[in-house]
């Protein structure tokens, strides 16, 4: 990976592209509007951000960080005295269809997703909040199966549920149930990780196999008929970042973890995407180093899929300083939700906010964000 | 108000039926369940405080209250050292059809609301979370009036949006547009208001008229060819809390507002049942005192609605010590939102866990509960 690239005309056209400012120019909303690709990035950045603009809003990262105590709460983001304590704050809502696949349930995700979400600002996760749309003539065993694995997955991830709310809509004016979660956690004063933290050099770590979760759900749909072993990877990975923390901070008296996310909807590669324009860095990936089961390449075969675009659940990608790499992957392969844990590319300078995959053959192909619905209501 | 009661077999029996444990025997969700009264208590301390049990969840609360800073965040609820701040937080989901309404639309609800429940803990509101689910089809302009409501609506109450997310879902699969908001405040240290804490003789004091929003919302239905100049009295609460937590302040050093909750789903009669239910103590409201539209009167008529029962979006009910209920009320009639406050009735001993209501008549009839769906989608 140390051959040098020069930006082709192509991808100069797509950096001039991405510098444009978002626009929504549709009438209606679309499936697209919820890909987690890029109709959703114009959505969000052309309209909620436009309307509900905040300092913390604008980072667009996937949850807020910020202070209270001391004389932060009067002036947000501003206090540093003593008693200042650094929360992460996020929120999602869960429309999976079906309710129940291989792996997993509605329940468990929006757990294990919120608890995601908190840690991959480095935060650990401690409360959350749950909020049920319920669909009048949903089975109460079903919602007792939801409500079963909600409690397991937050014993699992060692969260409490500390507020909620119940409403309940005519037949017909939902899907069964909508579940919302949103969570707080408690970031230590020295963890600072961001999407827009990459710098040139650093490592991308992947913690495991791409395309589990996104491709159990469309088998699940019961569209194709296909037999599988494939389970949704959905797991709660904040035992994973607290082990890398320690790890950095172990090898290191710097903060050397400078971005973590994971890729959910839009898959890895609209995440990497987030993180290349985030940070104003060109990251290379390398295909041959991707893990993808053998049973997920090839319903992703069937299917039509990119595993780069498919969501997961339980996986996170990790920009490193270099020198940290391999005793972090080293260390995350000992946690279960890490054992598939590798350096899969690198950040460099140029072309700045893409991101590019050598491939098998040697050449070197774009990788954009995801453009349209691949995938709908897959969390 | 002073003459002394009696309770009747009919209050005994009452008594006794609330001290049984809530089981769930219904196979199936119905409208009633999402009403806020006894069918959805029933479902929240029946199953959902079942599964998802926590100290904080088991308060039944409208928001969870609890301390982070100094050792708290490790061993929630037990530091007390420097450092230390205590927070509310709450979630709410909006469904409330037409999404539009005189007086407001879901957006502004889904603002005030949260911002409310912070505010009845005591809470100096400060950050919010938006996530969206939206009906594939839905108007973007219908988006845009939404989003607007709830920019101006968080102006109002000094409140930022900090994370959001957004979900699509196929056509039929929702309806239009469901919102959650969930909210983050900051508790002074001092402040301890709780629906646990009315005293055998508090006062009961409510801010303005009742039944305005839930009235609004049927008539907006147009399933009565209704015209009146009725309007949802959706509002921000925060400042009018802040007002009374300073009044109590100037006028005593012991805490003596004990009780706040914004009368919404179940009405007023619902909210009181709640806290006569949670403070073990009877709660007895005289007719004459309480303040009702015209409009709103004569409407409910037609509409066959109490409104004791219907949801209300800017009022507040508060129980205060007796000593400084007058004051109270002088100083909320001072704010915008407070301009109708009045001593609606006061709490008694026995018998304990009921509401009951003396009519114009001279009679006392009980209070209950709301039982079934009286206004399904009302918020």
Do not use: W
């Amino acid at each position: 990976m140390a051959e040098t690239f020069t930006p082709s005309p192509l991808f100069q056209r797509v950096e001039r592209a991405r510098r444009r400012k978002h626009k929504i120019r549709d009438e209606y909303i679309t499936l697209a509007h919820g890909s987690g690709g890029r109709a959703m990035h114009e959505l969000v950045e052309g309209l909620f951000l436009e309307y509900l603009r905040s300092p913390m809003l604008e980072l667009l990262e996937d949850q807020a960080v910020f202070e209270v105590g001391g004389d932060a709460q009067s002036a947000p983001g501003a206090g540093n005295g003593g008693g200042v304590t650094r929360l992460a704050y996020t929120t999602d809502s869960y429309v999976v269809d079906p309710i129940f696949f291989p792996g997993g349930d509605i329940g468990r995700l929006a757990v294990n997703g919120t608890v995601n979400d908190l840690a991959m600002s480095g935060a650990r996760p401690l409360y959350l909040s749950a909020a049920f749309i319920l669909e009048e003539g949903f089975r109460i065993d079903d919602l007792r199966r939801v409500l079963e694995s909600m409690r397991d997955a937050a014993a699992k991830a060692a969260v409490q549920f500390v507020t909620g709310d119940t409403k309940v809509v005519q037949r017909g004016s939902a899907d069964k149930i909508f579940i919302n979660t949103s969570g707080i956690g408690v970031v230590e004063s020295h963890v600072r990780i961001s999407a827009s933290r990459a710098a040139v050099g650093d490592k991308v770590i992947l913690s495991g196999t791409l395309g589990d979760h996104g491709t159990t759900i469309m088998i699940a749909r019961g569209e194709l008929e296909l037999e599988t072993e494939i389970e949704s990877d959905t797991a709660p990975l904040n035992s994973l970042v607290a082990d890398m923390l320690d790890e950095a901070a172990r090898v290191s008296t710097v903060e050397t973890i400078h971005c973590l996310r994971d890729p959910t909807r839009g898959g890895a590669a609209t995440t990497l995407n987030e993180i290349a324009v985030s940070s104003e860095v060109y990251i290379e990936i390398r295909e041959d180093l991707i893990p993808v089961r053998e049973e997920v390449k090839g319903a992703c075969e069937i299917l039509g899929l990119d595993p780069l675009y498919v969501a997961n659940e339980g996986k996170l990608i990790a920009l490193v300083s270099p020198d940290v790499a391999e005793s972090m992957v080293a260390r995350m392969r000992q946690n279960p939700y890490g054992l598939n844990a590798r350096v899969i590319g690198e950040v460099k300078v140029e072309p700045r906010g893409i991101v590019a995959m050598r491939t098998g053959f040697g050449g070197t192909r774009i990788v954009d964000m995801l453009v349209g619905e691949q995938l709908p209501r897959i969390c």
